[in-house]
């Protein structure tokens, strides 16, 4: 199964500033099959992005994606209080369906 | 707008059961494919199987081939995920949540998928 894996594991940042979370797969997969979720204490996942680099319906234009083969970036262009949250992403390529371990972004 | 209301939460004994339902409204079922996902505390997310209701066609993740069983009822339209021989590591949220891929207005049921939405989560708790 293709393991994915997230970087940094953290990343601490303020209100306004840009995150860039990082996700890599252990084998190349196409750009099609990379979606990114996040997720609040207590709550479900919520769909970001799928297709690397499609935002899902509602999903605010300071989000967006990016990427290919195996490395693979979810950007925040300028933090909201409401974006702190865990980030996953998550391949379809290939079954099994497989989740990276998540980045969480909190606040400085 | 489609929503997946999932029951409620379960305490188990160890080497029992669990059977968690997943009801769909809004949308149109017959185009879903249901994965189930579950969530260990503080961990991350796993993919543990889906069926294609209209199909009656399960698929189930390796690690949990011959003890998970996942059903349908389109007459319903509720999945069913069943949990068998609970040991304490099976504590969890087990989320269902929808895959389906739409191109040109015309939309199909696909496991491999992105999920969106998902259900709201059922804790099963085992505990001796």
């Known amino acids: 199964e293709i393991v994915l894996t997230q970087s940094p594991g953290t990343l601490s940042l303020s209100p306004g500033e840009r995150a860039t979370l990082s996700c890599r797969a252990s084998?190349?997969?196409?750009?099609?099959?990379l979606a990114w979720y996040q997720q609040k204490p207590g709550q479900a996942p919520r769909l970001l992005i799928y297709?690397?680099?499609s935002r899902a319906t509602g999903i605010p234009h300071r989000f967006s994606g990016s990427g290919s083969g195996t490395d693979f970036t979810l950007t925040i262009s300028r933090l909201e209080p409401a974006d702190f949250a865990v980030y996953y992403c998550?391949?379809?390529?290939?079954?099994?369906?497989?989740f990276g371990p998540g980045t969480t972004v909190d606040i400085k | 707008q489609v929503q997946l209301v999932q029951s409620g939460a379960e305490v188990k004994k160890p080497g029992s059961s669990v059977k968690v339902s997943c009801k769909a409204s809004?949308?149109?079922?017959?185009?879903?494919?249901i994965s189930w996902v579950r969530q260990a505390p503080g961990q991350g997310l796993e993919w543990m199987g889906g069926?294609?209701?209209?199909?009656?066609?399960?698929n189930y993740a390796q690690k949990f081939q011959g003890r998970v069983t996942i059903t349908a009822d389109t007459s319903t339209s509720t999945t069913y995920m069943e949990l068998s021989s609970l040991r304490s590591e099976d504590t969890a949220v087990y989320y269902c949540?929808?895959?389906?891929?739409?191109?040109?207005?015309?939309?199909?049921?696909?496991?491999?998928?992105?999920?969106?939405?998902w259900g709201q989560g059922t804790l099963v708790t085992v505990s001796s």
């Open positions: 949540a929808r895959g389906e891929y739409c191109i040109s207005g015309v939309c199909y049921p696909r496991l491999l998928n992105w999920f969106d939405p």
């Open positions: 809004g949308g149109t079922f017959r185009n879903y494919a």
């Open positions: 069926i294609i209701p209209i199909f009656d066609k399960s």
């Open positions: 084998q190349s997969i196409s750009s099609i099959y």
């Open positions: 297709g690397a680099s």
């Open positions: 998550q391949q379809y390529g290939s079954s099994p369906p497989t």
